[in-house]
T-cell receptor, first 116, second 113 residues
Framework: GAVVSQHPSWVICKSGTSVKIECRSL??????MFWYRQFPKQSLMLMAT?????????EQGVEKDKFLINHASLTLSTLTVTSAHPEDSSFYICSAREGASTDTQYFGPGTRLTVL | GQNIDQPTEMTATEGAIVQINCTYQ??????LFWYQQHAGEAPTFLSYNVLDGLEEKGRFSSFLSRSKGYSYLLLKELQMKDSASYLC??????????????FGKGTMLLVSP
């Protein structure tokens, strides 16, 4: 089956620093990747959608200058949380879709970010 | 926007059958997914419905009625490992040509011996 990896699986950083999270599709080419955020006991919230080689489309309320998304290749997307603050502490999950909009999304294992 | 409703919690006993309902409202329906999520882990795909009817996959089945904006996930022969959160997610055509997936808040299922 389709496998999506994320790195790191967890990270602790100081307030004001930037953190980069990688999302990779290991055995398929992902034309579209999605980034979600999940706070404890809440549902996943879509942050942004990105297609390879184009700018990400951010959901309402998500600051594009704070959450930088790069989808430079068909197997890699990165999310950089800039100037992180404690309220950014959350579980960040990426998913990838191989082709058409009818294809299933496959989720990465998630990255737990803790900002001190 | 979308409005997805599912029960917050359900309990069942090992070996039983449980049905988790999901109702939704969306303007550009393009499929409904069910995911299983264990605590601290990412969701895993269970089923996908885009046409009305029942999709069966082993112990799990999912039903969709587009006219009613309704779906259910049926779990048979429950096992302890089925204790997890079950997320209903609706895909619509979204904006800028991208389809988006919106998740319900999840139903926490507790399976007891």
């Amino acid at each position: 089956g389709a496998v999506v990896s994320q790195h790191p699986s967890w990270v602790i950083c100081k307030s004001g620093t930037s953190v980069k999270i990688e999302c990779r599709s290991l055995d398929f080419q992902a034309t579209t990747m999605f980034w979600y955020r999940q706070f404890p006991k809440q549902s996943l919230m879509l942050m942004a959608t990105s297609n390879e080689g184009s700018k990400a489309t951010y959901e309402q309320g998500v600051e594009k200058d704070k959450f930088l998304i790069n989808h430079a290749s068909l197997t890699l997307s990165t999310l950089t949380v800039t100037s992180a603050h404690p309220e950014d502490s959350s579980f960040y999950i990426c998913s990838a879709r191989e082709g058409a909009s009818t294809d299933t999304q496959y989720f990465g294992p998630g990255t737990r970010l803790t900002v001190l | 926007g979308q409005n997805i409703d599912q029960p917050t919690e359900m309990t069942a006993t090992e070996g039983a059958i449980v049905q988790i309902n999901c109702t939704y409202q969306t303007s550009g329906f393009n499929g409904l997914f069910w995911y299983q999520q264990h605590a601290g882990e990412a969701p895993t795909f269970l089923s996908y419905n885009v046409l009305d009817g029942l999709e069966e996959k082993g112990r799990f089945s999912s039903f969709l009625s587009r006219s009613k904006g309704y779906s259910y996930l049926l779990l048979k022969e429950l096992q302890m490992k089925d204790s997890a959160s079950y997320l209903c997610a609706v895909r619509d055509h979204g904006h800028s040509g991208y389809s988006t997936l919106t998740f319900g808040k999840g139903t926490m299922l507790l399976v007891s011996p």
